[in-house]
């Protein structure tokens, strides 16, 4: 029988010193929030919704917001490590668990596969034959090879250094911004003279922003190093959720007013940046590209191939995974397999197309962890939990808003999603099998 993780036993196993505040707690949240999406999104924005482009952001955080307070209410029951794989586990058994960490696991392959392809288009943009035709194709594998290579053999102290990507990748978006503020003035703010867009082409911008607007559901994982979760992870995502957002609006009004051909553009900030500051400015915004994506990159295959390992180890995934290179004490069979596959999602996707495909498997994640906020209300509520009010109110709000983001998904991403889970349902049924003592 798999062993259910509970929130007293996250407690009694997990020694964690709890230093993580609200700022610390603060800045998961908008680490996650704020990754290679916003780069690469505002051209399909703009596409999509034209000028109206702006609100779309805003209605994603509406549509995220009862989401984000599921997670608040759930991060408050636990106070060990884990997230959305143990919310899924402890409400509704250890299939549903496994399912919500695979889907979580695939979400963030095709991410590092988008992030690859947005990082092939960034270095093209300045030099062509790397993002074109074979040179795409070299470009990628030497992404995909490197990161999984450094991986493998433990050179990851790069990865400490996050912070410096983070405050570089700040500074270079608020450049942006305030620059063209000053820059162009009114000219930023749109006239919304034009015909508001068909409905379709909304909610297919509101499904492709919501890539930017996911992420967030790493800051819940380490509860187990927080000091008062059950007051500092509601107020952080919250207010990470009101930062992205205002952020996300301003880079739109200025990319769309310093680009008026924004949604053929497959580098839109890049562009908006040298029609703005030159040459010298879509320099300085391709450092801070390259150094925000390839921060996340590092983050991404050092910590995701931990997912298949410890699913392993646990049982629920074949041993395969599990195992650990005799020389460099790496899961190299797990880093192996996530290398290999995010590398064959690069090579086919382009970077919008990835963006919006791993929306749907978050998707699914959610409505699975709100989904468990009234069983584990019932089983966990203490007098320090963050109780929603409205009773199931906000849960099914969110739930709603998943379904009706799932509606604007492409049929492609459908079928596709459905094999994920068809495959991690094999892979389950596999590591059952491999193990006669579960039951």
């Not at 996530?338 to 996707?349: E, L, M, R, Y």
């Not at 069983?375 to 849960?395: D, H, M, N, Q």
Request: aromatic share 12%.
């Amino acid at each position: 029988m798999i062993q259910e993780y509970t929130s007293s036993t996250a407690e009694q196993e997990e020694k964690l010193p709890r230093k993580l505040g609200l700022w610390g707690i603060w800045l998961l949240v908008i680490n996650g929030f704020i990754g290679a999406g916003i780069f690469g999104l505002p051209s399909g924005a703009a596409r999509l919704a034209g000028e109206y482009s702006v609100w779309i952001y805003l209605i994603c955080a509406v549509l995220m917001l009862p989401v984000i307070l599921c997670f608040a209410e759930l991060g408050s029951y636990f106070r060990g490590t884990g997230g959305p794989v143990r919310y899924g586990t402890e409400a509704f058994g250890s299939f549903i668990g496994f399912q919500g960490g695979w889907l979580y696991y695939v979400a963030r392959m095709i991410s590092f596969s988008a992030n690859s392809v947005l990082l092939v288009d960034s270095i093209g943009y300045f030099y062509a034959p790397a993002g074109e035709g074979i040179g795409r194709l070299v470009s990628l594998a030497l992404i995909c090879g490197g990161l999984t290579l450094v991986n493998i053999i433990g050179s990851v102290e790069s990865i400490r250094s996050l912070a410096v990507f983070t405050v570089f990748k700040f500074s270079v978006l608020i450049f942006l911004v305030f620059g063209g503020l000053a820059l162009l003035g009114s000219e930023v703010y749109p006239s919304f003279a034009s015909p508001v867009p068909p409905i379709d082409d909304l909610g297919e911008a509101a499904l492709l922003l919501i890539y930017a607007f996911v992420g967030f559901e790493g800051a819940v994982v380490p509860a187990g190093e927080a000091k008062r979760p059950e007051r500092d992870m509601p107020a952080a995502l919250l207010l990470g959720l009101g930062s992205v957002v205002v952020l996300y609006m301003f880079i739109q009004l200025v990319a769309q007013a310093a680009v008026p051909s924004l949604g053929s553009s497959s580098a839109p900030l890049l562009d908006a940046s040298e029609a703005l500051f030159g040459n010298t400015g879509a320099i300085i915004l391709m450092i801070g590209v390259v150094t925000s994506v390839t921060g996340n990159l590092f983050s991404t295959m050092f910590s995701t191939p931990r997912l298949t390992y410890a699913l392993s180890i646990q049982g629920s995934l074949p041993a395969w995974f599990g195992n650990v290179h005799s020389r460099f004490l790496t899961p190299h069979n797990s880093i192996l397999f996530f290398g290999f596959f995010a590398f064959i999602g690069a090579a086919v996707g382009s970077f919008t197309a990835l963006a919006a495909m791993t929306v749907l498997s978050r998707l699914l994640l959610f409505i699975i962890s709100c989904a468990a906020v009234p069983v584990l209300r019932k089983k966990l509520t203490v007098k320090k939990s963050f109780i929603l009010k409205g009773g199931y109110l906000i849960p099914g709000l969110g739930i709603l808003a998943c379904i009706w983001l799932m509606f604007q998904v492409t049929f492609t991403s459908i079928w596709l999603t459905t094999l994920f889970i068809v495959i991690g349902t094999g892979l389950y049924l596999m590591g059952n099998r491999q193990d006669p003592s579960k039951e």
